[in-house]
């Protein structure tokens, strides 16, 4: 409820950004860019401030990207299968995190509809009873990868829906997509309960696992850790795995450096933001 509410409101937020946005500019016809340079113009004047340019930009943006430009891959994205159990189930909910599975069938290739974490909660009162996750999933809402993000957004607005699966032009399925992918493109990255607390760059969780800020200073990482990572070509642990991946790495993704693994939570396309790091002995992971 609490999710849904902010949601809800950052999007009331946003329109009322527009409308302060309109106002500001005399009327007829403009170009994109002399719309951008008229908001620099306004910040510069104390009129707006500099947040609020960032998601008027953000919000021209959006209009210009397609789902296919931000959607989690198909490789990235967490499953669930139409005969799992609930004991298969729930450690994979808790540890992602997510709040909304795909339900696949049992070949693997069409997506049967839509798991909510929250219609599993009835089974922490009465684990013994029937289950069949036919009759909870809801259904699932399909697009392009050529849709374009503002359109998408609207459609979420309408229809209620927070989660879509994106397609391919033969129907396979090709990533998925959240309402909060669509607004984080404007309003930027948006916190939710999984997320660690601003101040703290490193947290513990159980067995050998952690939870590290991209930008946490790699002399706090080796004093944390006791470890030995380059000090001198690199200010963060980000950078390091960056540059281990030669490339800015998607949600997902993983990476082995030194005696760690490091697993993308949170990134954009620009930088990683959130990582869960492993410690790992002996090439096996021990907790």
């Not at 050529?146 to 927070?162: A, D, G, M, P, V």
């Not at 101040?199 to 590290?212: A, M, S």
């Not at 540059?243 to 490091?262: D, L, Q, T």
């Amino acid at each position: 409820m609490r999710s849904k509410f902010l949601r809800s409101k950052q999007l009331r937020l946003l329109l009322n950004w527009w409308r302060r946005a309109r106002s500001i500019f005399t009327a007829g016809p403009i170009d994109r860019q002399y719309l951008i340079e008229q908001l620099e113009e306004a910040e510069s004047k104390h009129l707006i401030d500099i947040g609020t340019v960032a998601m008027m930009e953000g919000a021209l943006l959006v209009s210009e990207l397609k789902v296919g430009d931000i959607m989690v891959a198909r490789s990235q994205m967490t499953f669930v299968d139409e005969n799992a159990r609930p004991t298969d189930i729930l450690p994979e909910i808790i540890e992602s995190g997510h709040s909304r599975f795909p339900v696949l069938d049992e070949k693997r290739e069409k997506v049967l509809g839509i798991l909510l974490a929250k219609d599993l909660l009835s089974l922490a009162i009465d684990p013994q009873q029937q289950f069949d996750i036919k009759d909870i999933i809801r259904p699932a809402v399909f697009v392009p990868e050529s849709k374009r993000l503002n359109i998408l957004l609207r459609e979420f607005r309408t229809s209620r829906n927070h989660l879509a699966i994106v397609i391919d032009e033969y129907g396979e399925i090709d990533g998925l997509i959240s309402i909060e992918d669509v607004i984080e493109q404007i309003v930027g990255e948006i916190d939710d309960e999984h997320d660690i607390e601003d101040e703290e760059l490193i947290r513990k969780h159980q067995g050998n696992r952690f939870t590290v800020k991209s930008h946490t200073p790699i002399e706090e990482f080796n004093e944390f850790f006791g470890s030995d990572l380059d000090e001198q070509s690199y200010d963060t642990i980000g950078g390091i795995v960056t540059s281990a991946f030669s490339y800015v790495p998607r949600r997902g993704e993983k990476i082995e450096i030194n005696e760690y693994e490091f697993k993308i939570l949170r990134a954009d396309r620009r930088r990683i933001r959130l990582m869960r790091v492993i410690k790992i002995s002996d090439g096996v992971e021990t907790g």
